[in-house]
């Protein structure tokens, strides 16, 4: 009887992990490791290259929004508030209809979609020191390439 509950037990788990690994989760490396940013460093915006979309549909998942992205985030990076910048902001273009997931130094989870026509953006007021966390996903299952832009603001 022991070893069937240990089998059962297995093929839960298993399932679990390979369920939790089909959405975006913060805990894994970023593609990207943008490594320490500043306030002062991003007040000069800043532009990176992705290719947006992946295999995981966000309505399967918990997490906020509708779209297709990777597991892992497309960037991570520890940032420092080194100047009082009220405002950190992303914003993605893309060559189709781009989605923008984010988990911010507070865990909390922000996304947007279409801010700027199928172009979104995402505006963090006050942000915390800290890890995070940065999925540039497509609202359709097709990937295309896009590019994000991290900037701070005194405001």
Not at 3 to 9: G, M, S, Y
Not at 40 to 67: D, M
Request: glycine letters at 10%; charged letters at 15%.
């Amino acid at each position: 009887m022991n070893k069937l509950f240990a089998v059962v037990a297995v093929v839960v788990v298993g399932f679990t992990a390979s369920a939790a690994s089909a959405c975006p989760d913060w805990q894994l490396d970023g593609r990207q490791n943008l490594g320490n940013l500043t306030g002062s460093y991003l007040f000069t915006p800043r532009t990176y290259n992705v290719q947006a979309g992946g295999n995981n549909n966000l309505a399967n998942c918990n997490a906020p929004g509708n779209g297709w992205v990777i597991s892992d985030p497309d960037f991570e990076f520890s940032f420092q508030n080194d100047g009082g910048y009220g405002r950190l902001e992303f914003e993605v273009v893309g060559e189709c209809d781009t989605v923008l997931l984010i988990n911010d130094a507070s865990g909390r989870w922000h996304f947007n979609d279409d801010s700027a026509g199928l172009n979104p953006a995402i505006n963090i007021m006050n942000p915390a020191n800290g890890t995070y966390d940065v999925w540039v996903g497509t609202y359709g299952q097709t990937t295309c390439p896009a590019q994000i832009e991290i900037e701070s603001w005194n405001s």
